[in-house]
């Protein structure tokens, strides 16, 4: 494995150190491989038999190293020279333990992109500094704002065919910045990078003297990762109730927002039924407080009605009830959504069936408006 030393960079799962999800969107050829290639490259996390491989077929495609086949795994995307799946690597610093999705730029695989995004806690959006924002770029920034992403790390790529001047920089962030503007980061950072020759990848350059800013792994390291759903309401969809033997009853499942301690009071819904938690168990042992997204079991005091799909919470008059609601969604299926249409619906544990009473607008995505439509299709 190649080294920093001064890093502190190793692959694999660090206990104790706090986890950070990112997804790496835009349009075609902008670089996104060959970002998270330069990446992993320079921060140390290759190891030297996928270092070897990757300069032999480097070299096979006249190049001395092609940063972007460390993550374009597929025989096709290499092929091709494009991302198709969504490809996931991982890589540990001395401050953070890090999950990165590697998506694909072009628009049929728009979905696969939505996919990557889902569970991310950061969108790095890169755009080729030539071509600045683009239809794509557009797409991908609306969905990732529209999954819940707050934090967009916007890597200006390619400055070296630009020529290191600022600019084009300055003429694209003025464009992120009218495009973020209409949707719901809570912060957007800024970065002028070469991918390709590594500026601004993990270290500072000295190429571009005018950007006094952070290099992209410095703001990966920086960035505010603490989970807004636990400062919300508790909520604990039931998985699973375990019942090994008669003196232990527990239910287990993942906390979805918010956080429990031992000796807090519960309502289980639809029941309405009240009781208190006495336990809280994990794998590694007994905790006293927990907090989303951990999977836990907990025990209460009461024998109750509970079961899968029903919900424990701390403060019922916080849940919203009914049998309709409007949603924003991303549309992932081959066939087309209408009116006609009965559809299954993930309720937390629970499945219920459910039908489309109305379309309200499709979204124009050069201009992020509201459109009429009668059908929702593929990507839209």
Not at 315 to 336: Q, R, T, Y
């Amino acid at each position: 494995m190649t080294a920093d030393a001064s890093m502190g960079v190793a692959l694999g799962y660090d206990e104790g150190k706090e986890l950070l999800r990112f997804v790496v969107v835009g349009s075609v050829d902008d670089g996104k491989s060959t970002l998270i290639g330069r990446l992993l490259h320079d921060a140390g996390a290759i190891f030297e038999d996928q270092l070897s491989a990757v300069r032999r077929a480097s070299k096979m495609g006249g190049l001395e190293l092609d940063f972007s086949l460390f993550t374009d795994g597929l025989k096709t995307e290499r092929e091709q020279g494009i991302t198709i799946d969504v490809a996931y690597r991982y890589f540990s610093t001395a401050q953070r333990k890090y999950i990165i999705a590697d998506t694909p730029g072009h628009v049929q695989y728009t979905r696969n992109m939505a996919t990557g995004a889902s569970t991310a806690h950061v969108a790095v959006i890169l755009i080729d500094a030539r071509q600045g924002v683009l239809q794509q770029t557009r797409r991908h920034a609306y969905i990732a704002s529209l999954l819940g992403i707050s934090e967009l790390v916007v890597v200006i790529n390619k400055m070296d065919l630009v020529g290191y001047k600022e600019t084009p920089y300055d003429a694209i962030s003025r464009d992120v910045a009218v495009l973020t503007s209409a949707l719901e980061f809570r912060r957007v950072h800024s970065i002028p990078v070469s991918a390709a020759l590594g500026d601004n990848v993990v270290h500072k350059t000295v190429n571009m003297p005018w950007y006094a800013g952070p290099s992209f792994l410095d703001v990966l390291e920086r960035v505010n990762v603490r989970d807004d759903a636990q400062s919300e309401p508790f909520r604990f969809p039931v998985q699973l109730v375990l019942r090994p033997h008669l003196d232990y009853r527990g239910y287990a499942g993942s906390i979805a927002s918010g956080a429990i301690a031992v000796g807090d009071r519960v309502h289980a819904l639809p029941s309405g039924k009240v009781s208190t938690i006495v336990g809280i168990d994990t794998h590694d042992g007994p905790l006293e407080h927990a907090f989303s997204p951990s999977a836990v079991v907990l025990r209460l005091a009461d024998e109750i009605d509970l079961g899968r799909g029903d919900v424990l919470v701390t403060d019922p008059l916080s849940i919203w009830k009914g049998s309709s609601f409007e949603a924003m969604l991303v549309w992932l299926a081959e066939c087309s959504l209408d009116a006609a249409h009965s559809l299954l619906l993930k309720q937390g544990t629970r499945t219920v069936s459910a039908r489309i009473r109305e379309i309200v607008h499709a979204v124009d995505l050069e201009t992020l408006e509201p459109r009429a439509a009668d059908a929702i299709r593929l990507n839209d």
